[in-house]
């Protein structure tokens, strides 16, 4: 079993950037996809951005085509560790985001939440305009 944190969340200014970060506990990661989805008011969740696990040194990425360009997503396994990096930030792009791991072992990113076997409880990004 794996427990995922969020944290980094928080108020911003349209322009500005944030850093989230998900901590994983409970075993490592290193074998698991990970994924950042957000949920908006009113919204269905929906998928941010993804970086595969691998046995050597490049991950590869997906994002949104939303964030593609304004969001990076990277992860230290060696903390057991994924980050989102949020640039040029828009009143659009608040919501909750969400942490989560695939540990299917596929080989092509799952855009799909239903794809991912663990969440975390979220952090609240707003951007105001």
């Known amino acids: 079993q794996v427990q995922l944190v969020e944290s980094g969340g928080g108020l911003v200014q349209a322009g500005g950037s944030l850093r989230l970060s998900c901590a994983a506990s409970g075993r490592t990661i290193s074998t698991y996809t990970m994924g950042w989805f957000r949920q908006a008011p009113g919204k269905e969740r929906e998928f941010v951005a993804a970086?595969?696990?691998?046995?050597?040194?490049?991950?590869?990425?997906y994002y949104a085509d939303s964030v593609k360009g304004r969001f990076t997503i990277s992860r230290d396994n060696a903390e057991n560790t994924v980050y989102l990096q949020m640039n040029s930030l828009k009143p659009e792009d608040t919501a909750v985001y969400y942490c989560?791991?695939?540990?299917?072992?596929?080989?092509?990113?799952?855009?799909?939440?239903?794809?991912?076997?663990?969440w975390g409880r979220g952090t609240q990004v707003t951007v105001s305009s």
């Open positions: 989560a791991a695939d540990k299917s072992l596929r080989t092509t990113i799952a855009t799909m939440s239903e794809l991912y076997n663990y």
């Open positions: 970086i595969s696990w691998s046995g050597g040194k490049t991950y590869g990425t």
